[in-house]
């Protein structure tokens, strides 16, 4: 079955950097779309980009360029995203998700950035 | 337009039929997709591509269009449909996502 594992809880100062990685297993990794999603605290969901892992293509919301890079290791199935410059509203649940129906998502990783 | 326009809340009796409904411009060039979440939980796929049903999926949720404007209906409402709701679809350039702001379904 598909299965999107990610890493564990991460507590960031401002300013740092954070990587959350997203393992995936039952499937082909190079065939679908990995887009990552966030949830601040109490607030709805919210698009960062994708990458294409066949092609190694990226595109990133807006918002988060400059500050997000999305990358992957087909070797182990695993994608990436670094987010730097964190600052206090960057505190949310990271997801990772398969394709553009976002069928299948990782359990979520909790970013809390406090000084 | 940008935008993925949801009602913030919407309630409906057990066994009662709801529809949650979301808006925008770009529905008009791209299926949609909807998400349910239930609290300190992922969200799950419910519908896809307008009016697919995963897997697992009970057959009581389906999904509709009409212009600008998709429809979440849920025929038959039970106390475990109680989430929020989001839904999904691409932009009008195809390579972004955008997210409804999400509607809070209350089961009375």
């Known amino acids: 079955q598909v299965q999107l594992v990610q890493s564990g809880a991460e507590v960031k100062k401002p300013g740092a950097s954070v990587q959350v990685s997203c393992k995936a297993s039952?499937?082909?990794?190079?065939?679908?779309?990995i887009h990552w999603v966030r949830q601040a605290p109490g607030q709805g969901l919210e698009w960062m980009g994708w990458?294409?892992?066949?092609?190694?293509?990226?595109n990133y919301a807006q918002k988060f360029q400059g500050r997000v890079t999305m990358t992957w290791d087909t070797s182990i199935s695993t994608a990436y995203m670094e987010l730097t410059r964190l600052k206090s509203d960057d505190t949310a649940v990271y997801y990772c998700?398969?394709?553009?129906?976002?069928?299948?998502w990782g359990q979520g990783t909790l970013v809390t950035v406090s000084s | 337009s940008s935008e993925l326009t949801q009602d913030p809340a919407v309630s409906v009796a057990l066994g009662q039929t709801v529809r949650i409904t979301c808006q925008g411009d770009?529905?008009?060039?791209?299926?949609t997709n909807w998400n349910q979440q239930k609290p300190g939980q992922a969200p799950i796929l419910v519908i896809y591509?307008?009016?697919n049903r995963p897997s697992g999926i009970p057959d009581r949720f389906s999904g509709s269009s009409s212009g600008n404007t998709v429809s979440l209906t849920i025929t038959g409402a039970q106390a475990e449909d109680e989430a929020d709701y989001y839904c999904?679809?691409?932009?009008?350039?195809?390579?972004?996502?955008?997210f409804g702001g999400g509607t809070k379904l209350t089961v009375l």
């Open positions: 039952g499937y082909t990794f190079t065939d679908y779309y």
């Open positions: 990458i294409y892992p066949n092609s190694g293509g990226t």
């Open positions: 999904h679809s691409r932009d009008s350039s195809g390579n972004h996502v955008l």
């Open positions: 998700v398969r394709d553009w129906e976002l069928n299948y």
């Open positions: 770009s529905l008009r060039s791209h299926y």
């Open positions: 591509n307008k009016n």
